[in-house]
């Protein structure tokens, strides 16, 4: 299994980004599916950020990123996407995609893109 994200760099604040993550070797079998990104800032712990279900019908964000970041997916080609505007320095952090298959942990992940937000 292999979770490929892309798309990080460094923006200004008020910018925005749009992250992806193609997921390989995989096989979604469970309506419980989900898939999701997290985040983690220097000094920090990984904190979530977004999930999203098998479907898409279903999602949840972070508080400090409602309103300004969106998680959506393409199960034709197993990619998960974050696209993030109105970005602050307090978004920068290496951020991470991750599966899960297990019906409540995230049990792959990818192995990260660093967004950069200056101010």
């Known amino acids: 299994v292999q979770l490929q994200a892309c798309g990080g760099g460094l923006v200004q604040a008020g910018g925005s980004l749009r992250l992806s993550c193609a997921i390989s070797g995989l096989t979604f079998r469970f309506s419980s599916d989900r898939m999701g990104w997290f985040r983690q800032a220097p000094g920090k712990e990984r904190e979530f950020v977004a999930a999203?279900?098998?479907?898409?019908?279903?999602?949840a964000y972070a508080s400090s990123v409602k309103g300004r970041f969106t998680i959506s997916r393409d199960n034709a080609n197993n990619t998960v996407y974050l696209q993030m505007n109105t970005l602050k320095p307090q978004d920068t952090a290496v951020y991470y995609c991750a599966v899960d298959t297990s019906g409540g942990r995230f049990n792959y992940w990818g192995q990260g893109t660093l967004v950069t937000v200056s101010s």
């Open positions: 999203i279900s098998r479907s898409g019908g279903s999602t």
